[in-house]
């Protein structure tokens, strides 16, 4: 298990950059549920990397 900072970026951001980094092809991601409030005024990481992911991605709710 690695862990690592986003250093002034956002967190899609450094999912997609360890991405690129390690070549991998497969994302496996875990989500929940924020109010609509919540979303609406801080985003969401989940919905954004599943939009953006340049490789297969399994979520699990």
């Known amino acids: ?16 950059n360890r991405l690129i980094e390690t070549g991998a092809d ?3 991601i875990g989500a929940y549920s924020h109010s609509w409030l ?3 005024l801080y985003g969401g990481v989940t919905r954004t990397v599943l939009r ?3 490789v297969t991605a399994f979520l699990s709710r």
């Open 26 to 28: 497969l994302i496996v």
């Open 52 to 54: 953006s992911s340049p």
């Open 1 to 16: 298990m690695a862990t690592r900072q986003a250093k002034g970026g956002t967190i899609e951001d450094a999912v997609q």
């Open 38 to 40: 919540h979303r609406l």
